[in-house]
Nanobody, 114 residues
Framework: QVQLVEAGGGLVQPGGSLRLSCAAS????????MSWYRQAPGKERELVAA????????NYADSVKGRFSISRDNAKNTVYLQMNSLKPEDTAVYYC???????WGQGTQVTVSS
């Protein structure tokens, strides 16, 4: 069965960096586009970044452009989200999603605070 397991969240000061990872299993990873979403308290879940199966095309929410970078390693069945210049408003639970079929990971908490 499809499994997505996020890791790498934590507490970081404003201006800091984190790298999230999402390990996938149960399907042919390289054949599927993957996305990162986030949900802050009291807000709707929103798309942060997405990447195609081969990894050649990416897109980002305007709020994270220039600060976040999505990538993937198809040999390791893993998608990453490098987050730089973090702001308090980036605080949220971050989720990995396989776009086809709507499979979600369990989420990882990112808290940006001094």
């Amino acid at each position: 069965q499809v499994q997505l397991v996020e890791a790498g969240g934590g507490l970081v000061q404003p201006g800091g960096s984190l790298r999230l990872s999402c390990a996938a299993s149960g399907f042919t990873f390289s054949g599927y586009a993957m996305s990162w979403y986030r949900q802050a308290p009291g807000k709707e879940r929103e798309l942060v970044a997405a990447i195609t199966g081969p990894g050649g095309t990416t897109n980002y929410a305007d709020s994270v452009k220039g600060r976040f970078s999505i990538s993937r390693d198809n040999a390791k069945n893993t998608v990453y989200l490098q987050m730089n210049s973090l702001k308090p408003e980036d605080t949220a639970v971050y989720y990995c999603k396989r776009r086809v079929g709507g499979y979600w990971g369990q989420g990882t908490q990112v808290t940006v605070s001094s």
